[in-house]
């Protein structure tokens, strides 16, 4: 079974640029999850997708964040326009119906670098 | 003290040896999960432990839940070079779990040959 995918890897944007990053959960992972990981600090929780459904988009830092999950399959966050301060690893996750599983597996991360 | 703070920042040890983690939270968790990062990786789910429960084992992880205190710890028996890592935990404190975690700051693990 494939694991959580994210793409790109890495990305070197200059600020006031765009920049759209997708992560692909498990097949059959209704939850999927946005982290992202700034200047050596913790990782933080962004927002949170049932299905095609935001179920919680605290974390999301402001309005030039936004993220979509178009059929419920796999999830894309956008940042526009790019700041320095965006800079950071930004992960994926995603779990099963919690009636099954509490487990969320992670992505390798998009490494995001605005210069 | 943030939410999910581990303790040592950073640990060095011989190979054969075991590490302990400590992990301190704040709020009541439905939850606790640990994590491993290798570097410029992703986060590898290690074990899960739900407020119900007090210990689990998985090879030669083991941990524990003392919800009393508010406090988990990751042991690592045997410790190898491949153990090397950043360790985190992760509350889940929701009702009914499966929603967002809250990571503490991580235990950089050395492991000696």
């Known amino acids: 079974e494939a694991g959580v995918t994210q793409f790109p890897s890495h990305s070197v944007i200059e600020k006031g640029q765009t920049v759209t990053l997708r992560c692909d959960p498990i097949?059959?992972?209704?939850?999927l999850y946005w982290y992202r990981r700034v200047m050596g600090k913790e990782i933080k929780f962004l927002l949170h997708f049932v299905k095609e459904s935001k179920q919680d988009e605290s974390g999301m830092p402001n309005n030039r964040f936004l993220a979509e999950r178009t059929g419920g399959t796999y999830s894309t966050l956008k940042v526009q326009p790019a700041e320095l301060e965006d800079s950071g690893v930004y992960f994926c996750?995603?779990?099963?119906?919690?009636?099954?599983?509490?487990?969320?597996?992670f992505g390798p991360g998009t490494r995001l670098t605005v210069t | 003290s943030q939410q999910g703070e581990e303790d040592p920042q950073a640990l060095s040890i011989q190979e054969g040896e075991n590490a302990t983690m400590n992990c301190s939270y704040k709020t009541s968790i439905n939850n606790l999960q640990w994590y491993r990062q290798n570097s410029g990786r992703g986060l590898v789910h290690l074990i899960l432990i739900r407020s119900n429960e007090r210990e689990k084992h998985s090879g030669r992880l083991r941990v524990t839940l003392d919800t009393s205190k508010k406090s988990s710890s990751l042991l690592i028996t045997a410790s190898r070079a491949a153990d090397t890592a950043s360790y985190f935990c992760a509350t889940d404190a929701s009702n009914f779990g499966n929603e967002k975690l809250t990571f503490g700051t991580g235990t950089r693990l050395t492991i000696i040959p």
């Open positions: 097949s059959g992972h209704d939850n």
């Open positions: 996750a995603s779990s099963q119906d919690p009636a099954r599983s509490y487990e969320q597996y």
